[in-house]
């Protein structure tokens, strides 16, 4: 089984920039991991204190197309290395209103692929 471990989240002032990492990894064979990598359609998701989870950022398997939530159009990046077996998301322009845990899965999202997230928290 192939998880996704996101990181990279922190506390920002608003107009400030993050970078999040979501790598995949897990009990099985780095090749194994790294095929189910490369054919995989990611997405980043965030979810803020009393809403619920709302997708941000999609991405192909080989990174050719991209979609982003309207909210964060311009202002986000994602991308991916396939050869680190890890999708990114970088922020620039924090608002407060980007304060959430945020999550990378495949997507469509599946309910076994949620993994523990990342905290970023935009001061005003």
């Known amino acids: 089984q192939v998880q996704l471990v996101e990181s990279g989240g922190g506390l920002v002032q608003a107009g400030g920039s993050l970078r999040l990492s979501c790598a995949a990894s897990?009990?099985?064979?780095?090749?194994?991991?790294m095929g189910w990598f490369r054919q995989a359609p990611l997405g980043w998701f965030r979810q803020a204190p009393g809403?619920?989870?709302?997708?941000?950022?999609?991405?192909?398997?080989?990174?050719?197309?991209?979609y982003y939530a309207d909210s964060v159009k311009g202002r986000f990046t994602i991308s991916r290395d396939n050869a680190k077996n890890t999708v990114y998301l970088q922020m620039n322009s924090l608002k407060p209103e980007d304060t959430a845990v945020y999550y990378c899965?495949?997507?469509?999202?599946?309910?076994?692929?949620w993994g523990q997230g990342t905290q970023v928290t935009v001061s005003s």
């Open positions: 809403k619920e989870r709302e997708f941000v950022a999609f991405i192909n398997w080989s990174g050719s197309t991209t």
């Open positions: 897990g009990r099985t064979s780095s090749t194994y991991i």
């Open positions: 899965n495949i997507h469509p999202p599946t309910g076994a692929g």
